[in-house]
């Protein structure tokens, strides 16, 4: 059982790590840190923090390493940390299993707003096999089609009648898409709504949130097991975004 507003830090500089501690105290977490990325998964197995962050640029074993060992431990809420503007740091946290990530220099209000955003989506990071629903009930709550079940509130899927195993991120990508079925969702639509915000069509979404999505989208589909060229499912609207295949 993770501790209630319990919060880590890994960071390697000094004045960034006092300044992350300080902004997560504000927003009532009591705030553990390291400087190393050993040190933080010392940190993590003892308190089983609701919220981490984690810089990408650290000596000895860096943040990606870092992120993949904290997946294979604990389901926190994991934001990273990159002083370089490459998309390509932002895409290789995504897939080490990162919830988000922000570019240095950040803002504090950034910070505070993207950690309340990832609370409010449920914690859940491994999903547990669906339950053999009641006769009386069995479409009750769920979302179908062509073989794919998925439960939002209960936070189950399956394919064919095999568990998947997705992130926060995934599920809630699919769910959305379920929900809308032949309606196109746009990249930077699916990106606000993850972060709980409602798309009206003026909101500013960064390229690097949309490609974000797209890597998202990508790992759905491996874990899904199906071709983006002959797609079962998820059907890409080129220069658009997403949605499901016709029924």
């Known amino acids: 059982m993770h501790e209630a507003r319990t919060a880590v830090v890994i960071e390697d500089e000094q004045d960034i790590r006092s300044l992350l501690a300080a902004v997560l105290e504000q927003a009532g977490f009591t705030v553990r840190t390291a400087s190393t990325g050993v040190e933080g998964l010392e940190l993590i197995r003892q308190t089983d923090p609701l919220v981490t962050t984690l810089d990408v640029n650290m000596p000895g074993m860096d ?72 006769p009386a009930r069995a479409d009750e709550g769920w979302l179908e089609h062509r073989g794919l079940r998925l439960h939002p509130q209960m936070r189950v899927a399956s394919v064919d009648g095999t568990e998947l195993d997705l992130t926060r991120t995934e599920f809630d990508i699919l769910a959305e898409l379920l929900v809308h079925g032949r309606r196109v969702l746009g990249k930077a639509e699916l990106a606000l709504t993850l972060r709980g915000g409602r798309y009206t069509g003026v909101e500013y979404v960064s390229d690097s949130d949309a490609r974000a999505i797209e890597v998202h989208v990508a790992n759905l589909r491996r874990k899904l097991g199906e071709s983006p060229s002959q797609p079962r499912w998820i059907e890409t609207v080129r220069g658009v975004g997403y949605r499901l295949t016709p029924g």
């Open 63 to 134: 943040g990606f390493e870092t992120a993949r060992r904290i997946r294979a431990i604990s389901a926190t809420y994991l934001v990273i940390l990159t002083a370089r503007t490459e998309e390509i740091d932002a895409l290789q946290g995504l897939e080490a299993g990162a919830d988000d990530f922000i570019a240095k220099p950040f803002r504090p209000r950034e910070l505070r707003a993207r950690i309340d955003a990832m609370l409010r989506r449920p914690r859940t990071h491994v999903l547990a096999p669906p339950p053999t629903p009641d």
